[in-house]
C-alpha cells in the first residue's frame, strides 16, 4: 500500500518523531524499534528535542537574564536517559557544558538577544539526534547524527521564526541524494537529522518557530521526492471528531491537504497548515502515524481523493466565540458597507473566523479573549446596529462540498429533531467545510449528533448526552 502513493521518483520515506516520542530512554528504544522496521525504505529520520526541553531552554534563558543559571532538569533528563540507553556520554557532557557555559554568560550580562536565544534553544534538538544516532548504533542499526545545517538548511537571520531560503531544497538533493537513491543493503548510514533548526548566511543558528521539526520533515521530504513523510505522534492518526467529545472516533484514512488544513485550524492533531506547505507543492503525502499501534496506517494526507470517500470526513468544534450581527443603519445595499466593517476590524486588529453576509447585515465570529470588542462596537455602532451574543461555539463540518446541498439537508434534519438552534450557518471558501454557529453549552451534543449520524457512533443518549 505504501507504493500506493508512490510518485515516481526516489523511493525512500521521511520519519519525523516529537518530543514526546523521545521524551525518555523507554521512549527512545520504542522509536528505535521503529525504526528498525523501515530501514529497508531508507528512511530519513528528524527529531524534535526531548519531552519539554525547548520550553526548559526557554525558561533557563528566561531565568539567566535576571541573573540564576537553573539548568539541573536538563542536564539530568539527559544523562540520566543517556546511562539507561548505555550509550557513550561524553558528547552529551560536552554539549551541556557548552550550554552551562552559555547560560552563565547571559546570566552575568543580563542581555540576551533573539540570535543568541536560538543558539541556546538548538541545544536541545542537537542532543537528541546524537544520542539516538547513538542507540540506533548500539543496536546495530547504523545511523549518523546531523545538524540540518550539514544537510541543507538555510534560512534568513530573523531568529526564533526563522523562513527557509529557497536553494535548501536543492543543497539536501545534494547532500541526502545518495543516500536517498542507494540500494538496499549498501550500508549507509541513517541520516538522523535536527528539526526545527537552521543556520543564517552569516553562520549563525536560527530557529523555524514553534513546532518547527514538522517543517524540517516535510521540506526533506518535499525536496527528495519522497515516498511520503510520516509524523509519528500518539494517536490513531487524524480523527473523525475529538475523542474527548466523541469516545468513538475514528482514525480519517485519507484527507486532502485542504481537509488537513481546516482541521488544523480547529486544533485536531494534524500538522501546522505552514508545515504541509512544501509537500503540497510536489504533492508528497504526509501520513499521521500511531507510535503505540505501528501496523495501523494512520491517516494519510494526498493532493486529492482518488478513491470513492464517505461525503463527510470529520466534525470539529471550537469553543469560545462571540457572535457579532451588524445591520447596516443606512440605506438597502448601500456599497462600500462590508468594506467599512473589515476596515474597523482591521483597525481594532480583531481577526475573523466565520462570516455570512446579506445585502444589508453581516454575521461573524471572533475569539472572545483576543478581542477588545467595547472599541470595536463603539466604531461600528457609526453606521450599523451591532448585537454581540457570547459564549457561542463553532462546529465545522469538514465534508466533500459538492454533496453541499445534501450534507447540509442532513444536518439540519438532525438538529431540528433535537431542537438545536443554529444562528448563523457559513460554508467556507476553501470549499471543503461548512461551518455552524450554536451556544457553547450545546455544542458537544451537536457534535456527537452529526457525528452519530455520519458515522453510526454509539448511542448519545445512553451518555446523558452531553461530553
Ligand atoms: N522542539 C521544538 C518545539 O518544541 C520544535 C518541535 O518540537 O517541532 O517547538
Ligand atoms: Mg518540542
Given at each position: 500500500?505504501?507504493?500506493?502513493?508512490?510518485?515516481?521518483?526516489?523511493?525512500?520515506?521521511?520519519?519525523?518523531?516529537?518530543?514526546?516520542?523521545?521524551?525518555?530512554?523507554?521512549?527512545?528504544?520504542?522509536?528505535?524499534?521503529?525504526?528498525?522496521?523501515?530501514?529497508?525504505?531508507?528512511?530519513?529520520?528528524?527529531?524534535?528535542?526531548?519531552?519539554?526541553?525547548?520550553?526548559?531552554?526557554?525558561?533557563?534563558?528566561?531565568?539567566?537574564?535576571?541573573?540564576?543559571?537553573?539548568?539541573?532538569?536538563?542536564?539530568?533528563?539527559?544523562?540520566?536517559?543517556?546511562?539507561?540507553?548505555?550509550?557513550?556520554?561524553?558528547?552529551?557532557?560536552?554539549?551541556?557544558?557548552?550550554?552551562?557555559?552559555?547560560?552563565?554568560?547571559?546570566?552575568?550580562?543580563?542581555?540576551?538577544?533573539?540570535?543568541?536565544?536560538?543558539?541556546?534553544?538548538?541545544?536541545?534538538?542537537?542532543?537528541?539526534?546524537?544520542?539516538?544516532?547513538?542507540?540506533?548504533?548500539?543496536?546495530?542499526?547504523?545511523?549518523?547524527?546531523?545538524?540540518?545545517?550539514?544537510?541543507?538548511?538555510?534560512?534568513?537571520?530573523?531568529?526564533?521564526?526563522?523562513?527557509?531560503?529557497?536553494?535548501?531544497?536543492?543543497?539536501?538533493?545534494?547532500?541526502?541524494?545518495?543516500?536517498?537513491?542507494?540500494?538496499?543493503?549498501?550500508?549507509?548510514?541513517?541520516?538522523?537529522?535536527?528539526?526545527?533548526?537552521?543556520?543564517?548566511?552569516?553562520?549563525?543558528?536560527?530557529?523555524?518557530?514553534?513546532?518547527?521539526?514538522?517543517?524540517?520533515?516535510?521540506?526533506?521530504?518535499?525536496?527528495?521526492?519522497?515516498?511520503?513523510?510520516?509524523?509519528?505522534?500518539?494517536?490513531?492518526?487524524?480523527?473523525?471528531?475529538?475523542?474527548?467529545?466523541v469516545p468513538d472516533a475514528r482514525p480519517v484514512p485519507v484527507a486532502t491537504y485542504d481537509e488537513a488544513a481546516e482541521l488544523a485550524y480547529f486544533g485536531a492533531q494534524v500538522l501546522h497548515p505552514r508545515s504541509m506547505l512544501p509537500c503540497r507543492q510536489t504533492g508528497t503525502p504526509v501520513r499521521v502515524k500511531n507510535s503505540y499501534n505501528i501496523s495501523a496506517p494512520g491517516s494519510i494526507i494526498v493532493t486529492k481523493h482518488t478513491e470513492k470517500t464517505s461525503a463527510v470526513r470529520a466534525i470539529t468544534t471550537k469553543q469560545g466565540v462571540t457572535l457579532v450581527d451588524i445591520v447596516s443603519t443606512r440605506m438597502l445595499g448601500q456599497h462600500g458597507f462590508l468594506a467599512k466593517v473589515f476596515q474597523v476590524f482591521s483597525d481594532h486588529r480583531v481577526s475573523i473566523d466565520v462570516i455570512a453576509t446579506s445585502e444589508v447585515s453581516v454575521s461573524l465570529t471572533v475569539d472572545h479573549e483576543k478581542a477588545d470588542l467595547s472599541a470595536l462596537r463603539r466604531d461600528l455602532a457609526k453606521f450599523a446596529d451591532i448585537a454581540i451574543r457570547k459564549d457561542r461555539a463553532i462546529v465545522t463540518v469538514i465534508c466533500d462540498v459538492r454533496r453541499s446541498s445534501q450534507i447540509l439537508a442532513q444536518t439540519f434534519n438532525v438538529l431540528a429533531k433535537e431542537k438545536i438552534n443554529i444562528q448563523m450557518i457559513s460554508q467556507g471558501a476553501s470549499k471543503v467545510n461548512i461551518s455552524m454557529i450554536c451556544n457553547s453549552s450545546e455544542s458537544a451534543r451537536v457534535v456527537q449528533l452529526l457525528h452519530r449520524e455520519y458515522f453510526g457512533s454509539a448511542d448519545i443518549e445512553a451518555r446523558g448526552g452531553t461530553a
Open positions: 500500500t505504501l507504493n500506493k502513493y508512490y510518485n515516481g521518483a526516489v523511493c525512500m520515506i521521511v520519519m519525523k518523531f516529537g518530543g514526546s516520542s523521545v521524551a525518555n530512554a523507554d521512549r527512545i528504544r520504542h522509536i528505535a524499534e521503529i525504526i528498525k522496521e523501515y530501514r529497508e525504505q531508507r528512511p530519513v529520520v528528524v527529531l524534535s528535542a526531548m519531552g519539554d526541553t525547548t520550553d526548559d531552554l526557554i525558561e533557563a534563558a528566561d531565568l539567566a537574564l535576571t541573573g540564576k543559571v537553573l539548568l539541573d532538569k536538563t542536564e539530568k533528563l539527559h544523562l540520566d536517559t543517556a546511562k539507561a540507553l548505555g550509550i557513550p556520554d561524553d558528547e552529551v557532557k560536552k554539549r551541556l557544558g557548552e550550554l552551562r557555559t552559555l547560560l552563565t554568560g547571559v546570566s552575568m550580562l543580563k542581555e540576551l538577544t533573539p540570535r543568541s536565544r536560538d543558539y541556546l534553544v538548538s541545544f536541545g534538538e542537537r542532543l537528541s539526534v546524537r544520542m539516538m544516532a547513538a542507540y540506533l548504533n548500539s543496536i546495530n542499526v547504523r545511523a549518523e547524527y546531523h545538524d540540518s545545517w550539514d544537510v541543507g538548511f538555510v534560512s534568513d537571520s530573523n531568529y526564533t521564526n526563522a523562513e527557509l531560503l529557497p536553494e535548501t531544497w536543492e543543497t539536501i538533493r545534494t547532500k541526502l541524494g545518495p543516500y536517498a537513491a542507494g540500494k538496499k543493503n549498501d550500508g549507509k548510514p541513517i541520516p538522523v537529522v535536527t528539526g526545527f533548526l537552521a543556520l543564517d548566511k552569516n553562520g549563525f543558528i536560527t530557529t523555524l518557530g514553534r513546532g518547527g521539526s514538522d517543517l524540517t520533515a516535510t521540506v526533506l521530504g518535499a525536496s527528495l521526492r519522497a515516498e511520503e513523510v510520516q509524523t509519528w505522534k500518539d494517536v490513531d492518526g487524524i480523527l473523525t471528531a475529538d475523542p474527548r467529545i
